[in-house]
């Protein structure tokens, strides 16, 4: 199962993997179908998953997922806000991130970074991250929706957040991620996010 696969490699990387009911882990896999089959991780498009996985009776079980981004699309790489590239986030783990309002023309709840983060710099514009410089700071790397952007059309939704495509299914998840009982127990917390390479994850 998907969920197994995912929290066993969080623990092969010494992540933090949260066992408590309604403690949840929030994950994207990057270049993989809603099925869990691989996808080629086209620039551009919304071919990544946004996974919410609570751990039900000892089990890990995914209790919801979404069509996502984790990648600028073409009109952030092509002009970027910062001159030194567009943002990508380096795979690994982050506590970053608290509720609160993302947007101008569109304000809506999401989860907004409040704690550095690692992102790759894609000064060359190629949509990769392989041999791009390393920048650590406060980005305004958020999670939030896609404004049902078209699923092979990122536009200028996502300057380098992370971005899941329905306002509906952004809902969700805000909902989902509002119930935690350490959000519960106080509006401060700040959530971890986990990303993760799609074909890493099933080679290993």
């Known amino acids: 199962m998907l969920a197994t696969k995912i929290i066993q490699y969080m623990k092969a990387k010494n992540y933090v993997v949260f066992s408590g009911e309604k403690n949840f882990n929030i994950v994207y896999v990057e270049g993989m179908n ?3 089959t ?4 086209t620039p551009n498009q919304f071919n990544d998953r946004r996974i919410i996985i609570e751990f039900v009776d000892g089990i ?10 984790t990648e600028p699309g073409n009109y952030y ?9 567009a943002a990508r986030i380096a795979f690994g783990q982050y506590q970053a991130w608290k509720v609160g309002i993302h947007g101008n023309s569109e304000p809506h709840e999401a989860l907004v970074q409040f704690l550095p983060i690692t992102v790759h710099r894609d000064f060359n514009k190629d949509f990769k991250r392989t041999g791009d410089k390393l920048d650590t700071g406060l980005f305004g790397v958020n999670q939030h929706w896609g404004y049902d952007a078209p699923i092979a059309n990122i536009k200028n939704t996502s300057a380098g957040c992370l971005v ?6 952004h809902r969700e998840f805000m909902q989902l991620v509002k119930s935690d009982l350490r959000y519960q127990n106080s509006e401060d917390y700040i959530f971890y996010t986990t990303v993760i390479a799609g074909d890493d994850l099933i080679k290993s």
């Open 34 to 36: 809603e099925d869990s």
């Open 164 to 169: 899941g495509r329905r306002r509906e299914g």
């Open 77 to 85: 790489t092509y002009n970027p806000m910062n001159p030194a590239g």
């Open 60 to 69: 890990p079980k995914i209790i919801n997922h979404w069509q996502a981004t």
């Open 38 to 41: 691989l996808n080629n991780d």
